[in-house]
């Protein structure tokens, strides 16, 4: 119970510190509503008479490209250059004089940045796109749901793969070629530029053993309801293994890290 | 009963050097030149309860190797450690909460954010009731007088003030033991001195045991009976400060070597405004004085002397505080 307590004063101090950089928030704003606006027009060009392509509509394709937007705010988190920058300064090192485990501090504060998105920017964010844009919000309770189950294992996987990207910096020197090459990886083939269908079906195959496409896809899969069924819980199945199996390399090179870290000091 | 059992502790470093050119660093890929360095000596070292330790040596001693050894952020290449009763990797989560670390050359606070939302997060992460918070941190606030402080982001704080809130988190759980490295570096006198007041304080209320390195004499002159002198990983020196002190040779001293035999008087009379002392030196027609007093009155007796006295030589000895230290340390072995 004060486990929960403290890490909800992380969160909390998360909070206060995205508002004390507000202006960054403002921006990244108008950075989202370009994005999905672009990508709206572009898909309505892509699309132009025809009624589906790749198994969704048009208006599910509107749909999918906001919540995945949206989505992205939530589980997006920077906690990999953090965990970096922490590393080069020799922070981490200090952190062992704290009775916390290190990496569950900074999930909770990558958790504290995406729920402060998420309350304020893509709530108010969907509002507005709900009335500038033709969108189908469903109005079932099942899918919302759902979705937000989804969306919290995309923010586990999407956090395990920064705390991996991270933790590398103690073998690698310079990390930051492989915290941006990371970074368009996830963009790429999570599903968030376009959704996996699109892809060939031989990168489908390749994509369908990463762990990418259960940061963005399947969420957005499961609101525009174009996964229906079983084939949601199958979706959902495929979060829940990855959220396990990636538990493996994190204590793996964490375990590495620490010892690294107490024998030389960082 | 010892709060701190450190037996034959020793540190070392692999410290990785690259060959030159392209083919030492194709060569540097396989197989890496290291060097072993010793940071810390097979040091032995008991504190008891109550005790305020000042462990001092130069740039590079090992002093906060030692610190980082004891405090579980290192772990010993050999030697045995014991802390609060515990082994500081063993039980970290237990044991950390058990002894507070102030490090002045880096932060803990968070830095983005008011000094009093630190002060509730180490609250929650150290599990201190409302009570217990209350009825000591008021103290520690108003005795290092940071109320006024509290609302403001650490950043936007001098490094005075900042080392006071420092001071201030890393006792929030009340810790029995304290470890402060460096804790007065670059600190005005003012700050110094409430600082060490502020340490008295804790110490003799709660008993808290306190090791302490430092640069600066005057903190350990302050604070500690018992200082331990660390040069390059040993322990030198392990005692009394007061046994110290009985030996300390202030001022500075000038070694005047002359050109013909001079009397004692002739000298005693030409410096007689001067607060020195004269003794002959090692070598022949050299005589030593200890100037009490700033640079001023050391270049004046200089040139007086020189005036009336042909010299071939002179030098003056800058007694920096390492070398008083050391001074002491050679003769402390001598009487004790
Ligand atoms: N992480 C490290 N890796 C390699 N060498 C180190 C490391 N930390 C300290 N040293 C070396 O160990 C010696 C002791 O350092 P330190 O304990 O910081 O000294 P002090 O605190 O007394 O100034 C120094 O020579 C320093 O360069
Ligand atoms: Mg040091």
Redesign the pocket.
Known sequence: MANLSMYGEMIRIRFLMMLAYRTNYYSGILIYSINIGAYYFLWQAIYGSQETLGGLSVMQMTTYVAIAWMARAFYFNNIDREIAQEIQEGKVAIEMIRPYHYLAVKTMQGLGEGLFRLLFFSVPGMFIIWLAFPIDFSNSLNVWALFFISIIFSFIVNTQINLITGILTFFLLYNTGLIRAKRVVIDLFSGLLLPISFYPIWAQDIMMFLPFQAISYIPSMIFTEGFTGAEVYSALGIQLFWALFLIIPIQFLWVIAKKQLII??? | MNVIEVNKLRKE???YSSRSGLKGAFRDLFTRNYKV?R??DDISLQIKEGEMVGYI????????????MLTGILTPTAGEVRVNGMDPHREREKFVRTIGVVFGQRSQLWWDIAVQESFRLLKKVYKVSDEDYNTHMKEVIETLEIEPLLDKPVRKLSLGQRMRCELAAALIHNPPLLFL??PTIGLDVLVKMKIRAFLKEINKKYKTTILL?THDLADIEALCDRVVL?DE?KIIYDGRLDELQKNWVEGKQVHFEFQELVEVSSLEELSKDFDVKWRPGERKNQWVATVEGDDDAVSRLMSQVMLKHAISDVKINQVSTEEIIRNIYEEGIIHG
């Open positions: 030389q000091g960082g | 470093f692999k410290s360095l940071a810390v040596g130069e740039n590079g001693a090992g002093k906060s190797t030692t610190i980082k490295d460096e390195t660390l990983g």
